[in-house]
């Protein structure tokens, strides 16, 4: 079917609702969910080198998209990932559109493609993808554009057309090279429209048609060529930009020769692919499964299931394309190990939305054939208002039960988690600090404020130009640290085993939000100062500022320390406790400000343990804990209670003490903060 | 005459591969059921309850279960990086099922195990179907990979 003049309105409709959504929910700037989404928010606004495969079509589009005067440059990539996934979701919508047969009034049809096109768009893991600076949304406009012109060209059999199929597919791979497995698919749709073209014919002209076959195959495959060259060309831009690479993994497969481009890209993480044994197959689809259920739920798959059976008998060749492209998709990555394989499937869910979208057809069919069999019957029918407009009108709010499902995992607006400490990080470090953190893709939570605004240009990243930092740059320099000097890490983050002592402290001194739903994504934000001396953690004779004397089993808490009663939220606030150790055994605590968790961990922050072994720990012993806690940029302007409790690992909750009232203060905006301290 | 015939194979071919993902579907489904059941243990992991408000001032947290033979303190700062139940285990890798699915840890020469008392254990220790809480970092990789500091073998409910 051709997209009408209403079509396109239609799917620009759905675009601006994805968008509105996903705008509202978007992360203000450097995302704590995203471990590797800081590089993805530096290096298109300096046009630098990502991570394998490269994404060269990202970074461009990035560099563009950093222009726009809002926000900050993480803030506008993250708007990047929300319009183009919009997009995606409209150009689904379209795709739709074209391909559900014409036996059911239009209006009805439309609705389905609609609702479709929003069960995509509120999906859990596409919506949480849009909102950060990822290639998975960007990726999904890519499939949505590349999927359009290849359905334009069946239309047309232009070959002008096939020419910029072929360049947005190639394009495609610049936001993930996985698209490349859609080339069979691809390839079989196109053998199977031009072959069915001629087979319609009489057959008295079969050789005359096997020579225009041939004929046609070789336009195509010449034109379909020369636009796939077009498109992949993008790629001489990895050994154009080589030279800026400072990861450790990237650089040893650096693509600057035709070997280092393969491995960089085709060859790229070897050890993640076909991970797993033939014995594991099933479990691993299983997995899949129950991600799909995660997507759109039973009644999703329910009607997808049928979905597939209606899209090959009414449309058999676009169930070879689109069922190939699935199958190969899914094959692939179910055998992929990647922490959050999730995020890998976002194009097979999208084509779920079309195998939905048959289903769903096929119900309405179902019903609308019932209701037109019983009107015969019974005389009796609905008013032709209800059913031209009640459907249509419906049929697209079902994609409100997903939006509400989703809405609070997904609310993103809240995390600032990051800029905020790393705010504070370069409040707090003295002039000419070094600041230890980890290399490559890992470090740019640092290095994105040196990079993009010149912040505290005097302070030493040392792993920011290369892997490999002597220890002699750090000569003279107090060290601090983000990442824990640990034996036998290993991994193209991991610090080169000379860089710092093994035998150095790590003693906390900033402490970030650690927000609850974040388990599984990122590591805890925490400042160390590298020291070779013991951090004075036992206390002679403790005078809290505020005596409290609460019983938390192992340990007492006779009292805390606040630097301020006042504090601009943003900020951070110095606080001490005092423990009275009673028994010796772990004691995890939470802190929270008001209802607001702020951070966990273990009384000692992590040292009491070496202290009790190489200095000394008795019961009676009083600990003292002192480190600066990040207030999130979030709070509202108010008093609020700070507060400690036990807590378990499964977070189990036991005893807890108030500790004081806080006065939290508005009086710089969250974005003008971090600006500010950036030195914009 | 022609059309029918390309027709016939479009809709052969394309039943035979639809049987053949329901198939598999179904096979795995019943290989997994066979191993779980109906429940969704070998996928994911609960936590554990959520919060309902804060206890009165004072009282002590649950005394931990068995005796407390190690020192206290020792895990890094901030909460676990992951909570889950051990699916898979290699010299190198466990896989977990967790509240958000299934994830991937790898274990370096510097992993630390300890149980929840913080008696130190070995990765002998560790068993399929064991409940752990990893203390970690990412490390580079399309998905990024959670490599564990610390591994906490948490007491079974």
């Known amino acids: 079917m051709n997209p009408t003049r209403t079509d396109r309105p239609l799917a620009l409709l759905l675009t601006a609702i994805a968008l509105t959504v996903y705008v509202l929910t978007l992360t203000p700037s450097l995302s704590y969910l995203s471990p590797d989404g800081s590089e993805l928010a530096t290096i298109p606004a300096v046009l630098g080198l990502a991570h394998s495969p490269g994404y060269p079509l990202y970074t461009w589009m990035g560099f563009l998209f950093s222009k726009i005067p809002i926000g900050d440059v993480a803030h506008r990539i993250n708007l990047m990932s929300a319009v183009l996934g919009a997009l995606g979701v409209g150009g689904l919508y379209l795709i739709i559109t074209q391909l559900l047969p014409g036996t059911l009034p239009i209006p009805w049809r439309r609705a389905i493609a609609a609702l479709c096109a929003l069960l995509f768009a509120f999906s859990l893991t596409f919506w949480s993808q849009a909102l950060i600076a990822e290639v998975y949304a960007p990726n999904i406009a890519l499939v949505a554009l590349t999927l359009l012109a290849l359905l334009r060209w069946e239309r047309t059999r232009r070959a002008w057309d096939f020419f910029l199929f072929a360049l947005l597919f190639a394009l495609s791979l610049g936001t993930h090279l996985s698209d490349l497995g859609f080339a069979p698919a691809f390839t079989l749709f196109t053998l199977l429209t031009l072959i069915e073209q001629k087979a319609i014919r009489p057959d008295g002209a079969a050789r005359r048609e096997l020579s225009a076959l041939t004929k046609s195959l070789l336009v195509i495959g010449a034109v379909g060529a020369l636009g796939f060259a077009l498109g992949v060309a993008q790629f001489a831009w990895l050994p154009l930009r080589a030279g800026t690479l400072n990861d450790r993994f990237m650089l040893r497969n650096a693509p600057t020769d035709l070997k280092g481009l393969y491995r960089y890209t085709l060859g790229a993480f070897p050890q993640f692919k076909f991970a797993f044994p033939i014995q594991a197959l099933p479990d691993r689809l299983v997995i899949y499964l129950y991600l799909l259920r995660q997507q759109f739920g039973f009644p999703g798959i329910a009607l997808g299931i049928p979905g597939l059976f209606s899209l090959l008998f009414r449309r058999p060749r676009h169930f070879h394309l689109l069922a190939g492209m699935y199958l190969v998709h899914v094959w692939f990555f179910i055998q992929y190990r990647a922490f959050d394989l999730e995020v890998f499937f976002i194009p097979a869910h999208f084509l779920w939305a079309i195998f939905i979208a048959f289903g769903l057809y096929e119900l309405?069919?179902?019903?609308?054939?019932?209701?037109?069999?019983?009107?015969?019957?019974?005389?009796?029918?609905?008013?032709?208002?209800?059913?031209?407009?009640?459907?249509?009108?419906?049929?697209?709010?079902?994609?409100?039960?997903?939006?509400?499902?989703?809405?609070?995992?997904?609310d993103l607006s809240q995390?600032?988690?990051?800029?905020?400490?790393?705010?504070?990080?370069?409040?707090?470090?003295?002039?000419?600090?070094?600041?230890?953190?980890?290399?490559?893709?890992?470090?740019?939570?640092?290095?994105?404020?040196?990079?993009?605004?010149?912040?505290?240009?005097?302070?030493?990243?040392?792993?920011?130009?290369?892997?490999?930092?002597?220890?002699?740059?750090?000569?003279?320099?107090?060290?601090?640290?983000?990442?824990?000097?640990?034996?036998?890490?290993?991994?193209?983050?991991?610090?080169?085993?000379?860089?710092?002592?093994?035998?150095?402290?790590?003693?906390?001194?900033?402490?970030?939000?650690?927000?609850?739903?974040?388990?599984?994504?990122?590591?805890?934000?925490?400042?160390?100062?590298?020291?070779?001396?013991?951090?004075?953690?036992?206390?002679?004779?403790?005078?809290?500022?505020?005596?409290?004397?609460?019983?938390?089993?192992?340990m007492r808490l006779i009292g805390a320390d606040l630097s301020q009663r006042s504090v601009e939220s943003g900020a951070a606030v110095e606080i001490t406790f005092y423990w009275q150790v009673e028994r010796i055994a772990p004691l995890r605590v939470e802190v929270r400000l008001g209802e607001r968790v702020l951070e966990q961990h273990e009384v000692g922050l992590g040292l009491l343990q070496r202290y009790a072994k190489e200095i000394g720990l008795s019961p009676g012993d009083v600990v003292r804990e002192q480190y600066s806690l990040v207030i999130p940029s979030t709070m509202k302007a108010g008093a609020q209670v700070l507060s400690i409790q036990a807590v378990g690992l499964r977070g189990e909750r036991g005893a807890s003490a108030d500790v004081a009232q806080i006065e939290i203060t508005n009086e710089t905006g969250t974005m003008e903060r971090w600006l500010q301290i950036a030195g914009k | 005459m022609a059309a029918n015939r390309w027709k016939v194979i479009l809709l052969a071919s394309g039943g035979v591969i639809l049987l053949g993902m329901l198939l598999v579907a179904s096979f795995s489904l019943g290989v997994y059921v066979g191993e779980h059941g109906w429940t969704r243990e070998g996928l994911n992991y609960q936590a554990g309850p959520p919060p309902s408000g804060r206890p009165p001032q004072g009282g002590g947290p649950p005394p931990p279960p068995g005796g407390s033979a190690g020192g206290p303190g020792g895990l890094p700062p901030g909460r676990p990086d992951v909570i889950g139940r051990i699916r898979q285990m290699s010299d190198t890798i466990l896989e977990l099922g967790t509240p958000e699915g299934p994830r991937t840890v790898l274990l370096t020469e510097g992993t630390r195990f300890v149980d929840e008392q913080r008696t130190p254990l070995q990765r002998e220790d560790l068993h399929a179907g064991d409940v752990i809480a990893v203390f970690g970092r990412f490390v580079a990789g399309d998905g990024g990979e959670l490599q564990a500091e610390v591994i906490v073998k948490l007491t079974p409910r």
């Open chain 1, 364 to 410: 309405l069919s179902g019903l609308h054939t019932l209701g037109r069999l019983l009107a015969a019957r019974s005389g009796f029918s609905l008013p032709r208002a209800v059913t031209a407009l009640a459907v249509p009108l419906l049929l697209p709010t079902l994609s409100l039960i997903p939006l509400s499902a989703n809405w609070s995992h997904n």
């Open chain 1, 415 to 554: 995390d600032v988690a990051v800029n905020d400490f790393y705010a504070n990080v370069w409040e707090l470090l003295p002039p000419d600090a070094a600041l230890v953190t980890p290399g490559g893709v890992f470090g740019y939570d640092a290095f994105y404020w040196q990079i993009i605004y010149g912040t505290r240009s005097d302070v030493l990243l040392p792993t920011l130009p290369g892997p490999d930092p002597s220890p002699d740059a750090l000569a003279g320099r107090k060290v601090y640290a983000t990442i824990r000097a640990v034996r036998g890490n290993r991994g193209p983050g991991a610090l080169p085993p000379d860089l710092l002592r093994q035998d150095l402290w790590a003693v906390p001194v900033l402490v970030g939000e650690q927000p609850e739903a974040s388990s599984g994504r990122r590591g805890t934000l925490v400042l160390y100062r590298m020291t070779p001396e013991p951090p004075d953690l036992l206390v002679r004779d403790p005078r809290p500022q505020i005596p409290l004397n609460v019983d938390f089993g192992s």
